[in-house]
């Protein structure tokens, strides 16, 4: 079984969120990573500064096997973008919750992340997934 940060939140897509103050860092989970297997590109759509809801896509990442939508945890304002990604997508996997990092977005309303798994029940929804 994977550990998964017990400080972190996590929703069933596979994205999680660290909540440090009002500034969510949200990426993709170790679980998704191993899913997608070699990850080729990474496209963050939003600038900083701009608006997300949560529940938007605000990406997509790309692998040799499948291409996946990356959807927002949280609603606020887009305060940071991993950039690195563009010419290293490879980050993601090597580092999914230090270096590989997505997004940086200071949160409207920190109750959204009420409905958000823990580690325990993330670990729970994906054990025995893709084994």
């Known amino acids: 079984m994977a550990n998964y940060p017990s400080d972190f ?10 909540l440090d103050g009002d ?11 191993k899913e997608l297997g070699e990850i080729v590109f990474v496209e963050l759509l939003p600038k900083v ?6 529940g938007d896509e605000f990406g997509t990442i790309e692998s040799v096997k499948a291409v996946g939508e ?3 945890p949280v609603t606020g304002t887009v305060v940071e973008r991993n950039d ?9 996997s090597e580092d999914p919750y230090g270096e590989g990092w997505l997004l940086k977005v200071r949160v409207n309303n920190p109750d959204e992340l009420n409905d958000a798994l ?8 994906v054990e025995g997934q893709g084994e």
């Open 9 to 18: 939140r996590y929703l069933d897509t596979h994205e999680y969120v660290w």
């Open 23 to 33: 500034i969510a860092t949200i990426g993709i989970t170790s679980f998704a990573v």
């Open 49 to 54: 500064g701009t608006a997300v809801e949560k």
């Open 70 to 72: 990356l959807n927002s």
């Open 84 to 92: 690195v990604l563009n010419d290293e997508p490879e980050v993601v």
């Open 118 to 125: 823990t580690a325990d029940q993330y670990s729970a929804l």
